[in-house]
């Protein structure tokens, strides 16, 4: 067998047309899921008793389970749970109507947010008390050393981190095809059972995902750099 190159060249930029959808599930994900994952890391680092078991359960069944245990409950799971809500308040809403994308957007969120709270607490615990107590000193509020001094401090100590977090998301939308999202992957799926080239399509959606990997561990690299300058110097 030989790999068809003139095939490959033909069918790269159609499989490059995944790459928004890949991309927004990865950003939304990690943006929405970095604010849940911080404010339950702030909350458990509060020490409410009965928020915090809550918080530990939710870490602990969305880190436990596959990531396609997850997508698939909830895509199958979502339809009942309406029809239910329909008979229960007499709603009108259609469960084949939810758009498949809204249901991974949820999921990897959710996925995301569960690592990103353990990701943050080890940022908030980075952050000297130190310098908390001179801020109070000084006389601000609680409020303002949080979200000028804490939280800032943490995500600095928390990008080398948020960096392999958002790579695995990157990584992990491969697994949206199964629900009939139109990324990477799907996409090269279609094209290689058309075309019954497998190789050559599964070559090119692994280099894209390569690539995209090597770019945003630079990204990530460069913005550890820069504030690693501020964060570590004596």
Same mark, same amino acid.
């Given at each position: 067998m030989t790999i068809d190159f003139p095939?490959?060249?033909?069918?790269?930029g159609d499989i490059l047309k995944g790459v928004p959808t890949t991309l927004l599930i990865a950003v939304v994900s990690m943006v929405? $899921?970095?604010?849940?994952?911080?404010?339950?890391?702030?909350?458990?680092?509060?020490?409410?008793?009965v928020i915090n078991q809550l918080i530990v359960i939710f870490v602990s069944f969305f880190r436990s389970t596959p990531l396609i245990v997850q997508l698939f409950a909830?895509?199958?799971?979502?339809?009942?749970?309406?029809?239910?809500?329909?008979?229960?308040w007499h709603l009108n809403i259609n469960p084949d109507g939810i758009n498949?994308?809204? @249901?991974?957007?949820?999921?990897?969120?959710?996925?995301?947010?569960a690592y990103l709270t353990e990701v943050m607490r080890g940022g908030l615990r980075s952050v000297d008390d130190k310098q908390?107590?001179?801020a109070l000193t000084v006389g601000l509020r609680k409020r303002h050393i949080l979200?000028? @001094?804490?939280?800032?401090?943490?995500?600095?100590?928390? @990008?080398?981190?948020l960096g392999n977090q958002f790579i695995a998301?990157?990584?992990?939308?491969?697994?949206?095809?199964?629900?009939?999202?139109?990324?990477?992957?799907?996409?090269?799926q279609i094209i290689a059972n058309d075309g019954y080239r497998f190789v050559e399509v599964?070559?090119?959606?692994?280099?894209?995902?390569?690539?995209?990997?090597?770019?945003?561990?630079? @990204?990530?690299?460069?913005?550890?750099?820069?504030? $690693?300058?501020?964060?570590?110097?004596t």
């Open positions: 095939f490959m060249y033909e069918h790269v929405i $899921g970095l604010v849940i994952g911080t404010a339950f890391a702030l909350i458990r680092q509060a020490k409410y008793p909830f895509y199958y799971g979502t339809p009942v749970v309406i029809e239910w809500l329909n008979k229960m498949p994308l809204a @249901i991974v957007l949820f999921v990897f969120t959710l996925h995301s947010a908390i107590e001179a979200m000028r @001094i804490v939280i800032p401090q943490a995500l600095g100590y928390a @990008i080398p981190n998301l990157i990584k992990g939308t491969a697994i949206a095809f199964v629900v009939q999202v139109t990324e990477i992957l799907a996409i090269s599964y070559i090119i959606a692994s280099a894209i995902y390569w690539i995209m990997a090597i770019f945003f561990e630079w @990204i990530f690299g460069k913005m550890e750099n820069r504030v $690693g300058k501020y964060l570590y110097q």
